[in-house]
């Protein structure tokens, strides 16, 4: 049975969710599941923003026949080209071989690579700031390359002043019957999905995000329709400024992260031991997280949020330990910048991961090592906790330059 929504007078809603997915794009997991989203305007002309994940076959077809209700599509929008939104755009030429495809450059180069078919004859190439009329809604195309990949582009519905933001704005999270944030707790029960998102699937792309706000704030937008999670209408400029922040790596807590991985727990007790010594002298929000337990994605979003980061790690096959390694690695590789960090070390017997997180760390801009002075002998010792206690004030007394 088609499963669509109405959103106003003639746009149409037909994306789906997916419960079944464990890892999204093969690498992060989402226990809440994943929306593709899709939608449809009925003017004179009718326009496709977008198709969904393979996925969604045949709940989408349903949905788009009921939608269009017996009316050709005149255009098919396609703002992004990873298969998540792209994958049916070959059977929806196929079966509406009259639609035209209303793209980037780029995007008409990665058609031919993902399909079999050249849209030539079919494609309408838009550039920065170009319009195309249905009827009632005047449509203006902006690129957003990189956001998240190079042939990204959003589009302003300047008429019912929506702007399809293609994946900036979007989350982790199947859709549970609400399709927008109206009368939803933003930062209790969204933002740290949609933070979990934003960092890890376009969190390296900070300046091009950047471009993309700023093309944005000279448009008045009362809704942001995204390609994943809910419809964005009460938070927009709650939402624009998480974008701000991190896009310029710039940290929402002036708090400590402290992130560990202990083979027998002997790390963990050095973690466990500086978090309560941090806490004493005032700090409020520290977490403490295990990376061989949790996800780095979780991680990775919890570093962009925090603006000190602890690292204590045990020596492993002479270097970091595995899971430590892969966070570190993450970090390095999602560009996060400006963090004041602390290495704590274990070694029986070579200790070597501290330099070896050092070399990381070194190369990501903006990283001030605040110590790296600790090192475990297999166990923490008596002697040792004053060692924490200077490490944590060091640590304080950071956090009070930045308040
Ligand atoms: Fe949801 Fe970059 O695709």
Redesign the pocket.
């Known amino acids: 049975m088609y499963d669509i929504r109405k959103l106003s007078e003639d746009t149409i809603y037909l994306g789906c969710s997916d419960r079944r997915l464990k890892l999204f794009e093969s690498a992060y997991p989402i226990p809440n599941g994943i929306s593709y989203n899709s939608y449809l305007i009925k003017d004179e002309k009718t326009a496709l923003f977008d198709t969904v994940d393979k996925a969604c076959s045949s709940q989408f077809f349903e949905n788009l026949e009921a939608a269009l209700d017996g009316r050709e599509l005149d255009y098919l929008i396609v703002q992004?080209m990873?298969p998540?939104?792209c994958a049916l755009m070959e059977d929806v030429v196929s079966i509406y071989p009259d639609v035209k495809i209303v793209c980037s450059t780029k995007t008409v180069a990665l058609i031919k690579q993902f399909f079999n078919f050249s849209p030539e004859e079919n494609v309408i190439v838009v550039k920065d700031g170009d319009t195309l009329s249905l009827g009632k809604h005047e449509l203006a195309f902006y690129m957003a390359p990189m956001v998240?990949?190079p042939e990204v582009m959003v589009t302003y519905d300047k008429t019912d002043k929506v702007l399809y933001s293609a994946?900036a704005f979007?989350s982790f999270g199947a859709i549970n019957g609400n399709l927008t944030d109206e009368g939803l707790c933003f930062n209790c029960s969204y933002l740290s999905e949609a933070r979990r998102y934003y960092t890890n699937?376009v969190g390296k792309y900070g300046p091009q995000v950047q471009m993309l706000l700023k093309k944005i704030s000279a448009l008045d937008v009362k809704s942001i329709y995204p390609?994943?999670g809910l419809i964005i209408k009460n938070n927009i400029a709650k939402f624009i400024e998480k974008y701000d922040k991190w896009s310029r790596y710039e940290a929402e807590e002036k708090s400590v992260l402290i992130a560990y991985s202990s083979v027998y727990g002997d790390t963990e007790n050095a973690a466990n031991i500086l978090g309560g010594k941090l806490a004493d002298r005032g700090v409020k929000g520290i977490k403490i997280y295990d990376v061989s337990q949790i996800h780095p994605s979780y991680i990775l979003s919890e570093a962009f949020k925090f603006s000190h980061i602890v690292f204590a790690t045990t020596t492993y096959n002479n270097g970091i330990f595995e899971t430590m390694e892969i966070l570190l690695h993450n970090i390095a590789a999602h560009n996060l910048q400006n963090r004041k960090v602390v290495l704590i070390q274990n070694g029986s017997w070579a200790p070597t991961c501290g330099g070896a997180m050092k070399n990381i760390l070194e190369s990501i801009k903006g990283t001030e090592i605040l110590d790296e002075s600790i090192c475990i002998k297999s166990s923490l010792k008596e002697e040792q906790l004053a060692e924490l206690d200077n490490v944590a004030e060091k640590i304080v007394n950071s956090l009070n330059v930045l308040i």
Request: glycine residues 10%; without cysteine.
């Open positions: 992004h990873e998540d939104h998240h990949w994946d979007g699937i390609l994943h």
